[in-house]
């Protein structure tokens, strides 16, 4: 390859990290939503958090990290929405709830049931696009919802951000249930959060206990307080337990977070507690 081709490529190479870095410096906080294991309601909590930082006045972004399972734009409300480009030609994410902006694979695929079969470095790709392409503009916080594990996904937003310069490093933000098998894979997510110099802010135990509508008292389905032994056992700050209620179900797959459509229910009063404490982290 010739000499002035080599230049051509370091000097493209150079120009490509100037814009991530200009975009993400106009990010003041990133929450990674992560979980061990799929089914722990992680995309739930990553919608419903978005729209509490909302409703306390800040600027909120969500990125559906989910490559193969994108559901933050059917839990928010916003899944037949269309993706545009503005006058400089970076992608416009959709609005969600009046203020909050969305990018999703979901808009990409050619309908609900197209699977998307990629590669790793498909995917690194795509999440370096979703930061850099997308006008976020200014944001208090960009919610990242991410697949279960610790596979390509969250590594690429781990490293596309720690790699960036004058950036704060992203938070974690762990979303578990009280199973052993989900707080085994929990524990993962951890380490694998302590292994890039994330910030964990620390586990949410969901889907702890179910209220009987019948008689009010506590049905342990998938047991309780494991969450909070394995915050204990890790050292990191266990930031409470959300009860399941069929009425959130119902809501989530209507496009209405449980913030704000069952604000009464104990769910609702146990998140609001969680987003306090992640704000004094913060």
């Not at 306390?56 to 916003?78: A, N, Q, S, T, W």
């Not at 380490?191 to 009987?212: T, V």
């Not at 959300?242 to 009063?269: H, M, N, W």
Request: aromatic share 4%; with cysteine; glycine share 10%.
């Amino acid at each position: 390859m010739a000499e002035n081709e080599l230049d051509g490529i370091e000097k493209n190479r150079e120009e490509e990290k100037a814009k991530l870095n200009l975009q993400l410096s106009k990010i003041k906080s990133t929450i990674m939503v992560m979980s061990g294991k799929g089914g722990v309601g992680k995309s739930t909590v990553s919608a419903n958090l978005a729209l509490s930082l909302a409703r306390e006045g800040f600027r909120v972004g969500v990125l559906d990290g989910d490559i193969h399972g994108p559901d933050i734009p059917k839990i928010l409300g916003v899944e037949d929405m269309k993706l545009t480009a503005d006058e400089e030609g970076k992608i416009r994410p959709v609005t969600a709830y009046g203020n909050i902006k969305v990018i999703s694979v979901g808009y990409l695929i050619e309908s609900r049931d197209t699977p998307v079969i990629w590669r790793g470095p498909m995917k690194h790709s795509v999440m370096r696009q979703f930061l850099k392409d997308v006008n976020w503009g200014e944001l208090d916080f960009l919610v990242v919802d991410l697949p279960p594990g610790t596979g390509d996904e969250p590594l690429s937003i781990a490293q596309l951000i720690r790699g960036a310069e004058g950036v704060n490093a992203p938070y974690a933000l762990i979303v578990t249930t009280p199973q052993d098998v989900a707080l085994l894979d929990a524990r993962k997510s951890v380490e694998f959060a302590r292994a890039l110099d994330l910030k964990i802010l620390g586990i949410i135990e969901n889907m702890s206990g179910l209220s009987c509508p019948h008689c009010g008292e506590t049905i342990d389905l998938f047991k309780t307080g494991g969450g909070r032994k394995a915050a204990e056992d890790l050292h990191i700050p266990f930031l409470g337990a959300v009860p399941i209620d069929p009425r959130i179900v119902r809501d989530t797959d209507e496009g209405r977070p449980f913030v704000v459509s069952e604000e009464g229910l104990e769910a609702a009063k146990a998140f609001a507690g969680i987003v306090s404490d992640i704000l004094k982290q913060i």
